[in-house]
């Protein structure tokens, strides 16, 4: 069967942070003549490279990166749209040159918005993911919609308890919709999506049906929704102990490489912008990153009172302790956009077959469980050959990635409490990481040990 080289290609690297992105990116960009676009919003920012995180420049082997270290810290942050417009160009100066762009980075509503020609990303744009934003809305004709999270919750479990059980109970907006669609339609959410679920199977059975030229095609035209460049994702992903004390480590290391210089600098900067009458939204832009909000109580400890050295560094490591677990909740978030929304939208669009997980939990191991095998997918797409079965890669990317017979592209969310650690887990890979989570055991083992003194305590 003869080959067909995808025209005009792009390859983009996606994952949560902490799983080597920017590695690969130069190794991939070395091996295939490439030029890198960073998509993480807080890197695009100058200065402050320890808390961005930004690749040190004698890592990046002379590869030339875009959209880098170029925003002053005072300016407002840019838009989706800034993002998808100058990136586009740069794509098409890079492909000027003869050199193959690669897209990096984090925010992942950035990305999201470049791959797909008419992504909707108004919510996404206003919600960064870097924060949580849960609050009551003025539903006034339901005011059952503007109370608490937990009496909504239980209102759904009363009328639709299928529906309840997919959501996370802290999913306010998630529970508020369901009930919504209850009030104002009178048909439970659950069947509304079933119909929908039920409607798409027989469209992708209808569109597996009309033969293999219709399967499959990259380029303009292939697909209303589709890719806006023949595009090959690779998802860097790791098990979940494994990034924990990666990210716990890597703070460490910030720490010890002028994290608390880099807060003071930003404090400091505050302060002038507020003596000059600047307004300053701590909401938005290089204000949300983590490192700064979470030193700051301890930064403004220190200006205020005389500290001795010992009680100053326990003060240290007791402020260091809400950054790590800022990480480890954003590093959450980052892949939950990339399970949830851009699977479903690589779904939609008939791509997901482009979305390649690589596991990165063993960095002893990153050239033959990372590397290489990111070296032949991209080697493989560039050439127009077939690519492997996504799915085949890891244990890790089968029990990640969706199925490709199902067409709604999720996994089944099902709220599952662990009532030794007063979890809640909402799918079956989550649950059966958390089982085999060290955590977890431990947890257990405890309660157990608790459980059998309790039982020599007592009298016969």
């Known amino acids: 069967m003869a080959s067909h080289a995808p025209k005009d290609p792009i390859v983009v690297i996606i994952g949560a942070t902490g799983t080597g992105k920017s590695k690969l990116a130069v190794q991939l960009a070395t091996r295939f003549n490439g030029e890198i676009i960073n998509g993480d919003a807080m890197q695009m920012y100058k200065g402050l490279p320890i808390i961005t995180n930004k690749m040190p420049d004698h890592e990046r082997n002379g590869i030339l990166h875009h959209l880098l270290d170029f925003i002053a810290l005072e300016e407002t942050p840019w838009t989706v749209n800034q993002f998808v417009k100058e990136s586009s160009r740069i794509i098409d100066e890079i492909r000027s040159r003869g050199k193959l762009p690669i897209v990096v980075g984090g925010t992942h509503y950035y990305t999201h918005a470049l791959l797909f020609k008419d992504a909707t990303l108004a919510e996404d744009a206003t919600e960064s993911e870097s924060q949580e934003v849960e609050g009551p809305e003025p539903f006034q004709e339901y005011p059952i919609l503007s109370k608490s999270t937990e009496e909504i919750l239980a209102k759904l479990q009363e009328v639709d308890p299928d529906m309840a059980r997919r959501w996370h109970p802290r999913d306010r907006r998630k529970i508020q919709r369901s009930l919504e669609i209850w009030l104002k339609t009178g048909r439970k959410a659950s069947e509304v999506y079933a119909e929908q679920k039920a409607r798409k199977a027989d469209h992708h059975n209808e569109a597996t049906c009309d033969g293999p030229d219709n399967v499959g095609q990259d380029g303009p035209g292939a697909d209303e929704n589709g ?38 600098s930003m404090a400091d900067l505050e302060a002038d912008l507020k003596r000059k009458g600047t307004p300053v939204d701590k909401s938005k832009g290089i204000w949300v990153s983590i490192g700064y909000k979470e030193m700051e109580p301890w ?86 050959d077939m690519l492997p079965d996504p799915r085949s890669l890891s244990d890790l990317a089968t029990r990640m990635l969706p199925a490709p017979d199902d067409p709604d592209g999720r996994p089944d969310r099902v709220a599952r409490r662990c009532e030794i650690c007063d979890k809640i887990l909402m799918t079956e890979a989550e649950w059966a990481g958390h089982l085999a989570s060290r955590g977890h055991k431990k947890t257990a083992a405890a309660r157990r040990r608790q459980e059998v003194e309790s039982q020599r305590s007592r009298p016969e």
Request: glycine share 4%; charged share 30%; with cysteine.
């Open 227 to 264: 890719f806006r460049y023949p595009t090959v994702l690779l998802w860097l992903e790791a098990e979940d102990k494994a990034l924990k004390e990666r990210l716990n480590a890597r703070v460490d290391s910030m720490v010890a490489d002028g994290l608390v210089d880099e807060a003071a």
């Open 299 to 384: 930064l403004e400890s220190r200006q205020r009172q005389e500290l001795d050295a010992a009680r100053s560094s326990r003060m240290l490591q007791e402020a260091v302790e809400p950054v790590k677990a800022g990480t480890r909740r954003y590093a959450k978030r980052q892949n939950r956009y990339i399970r949830i929304r851009l699977a479903n939208a690589l779904v939609k669009a008939g791509v997901l077959d482009k979305l390649f997980l690589l596991d990165c939990s063993a960095l002893e191991q990153w050239k033959s469980a990372v590397q290489e095998p990111a070296t032949r997918i991209v080697g493989s797409f560039l050439k127009g």
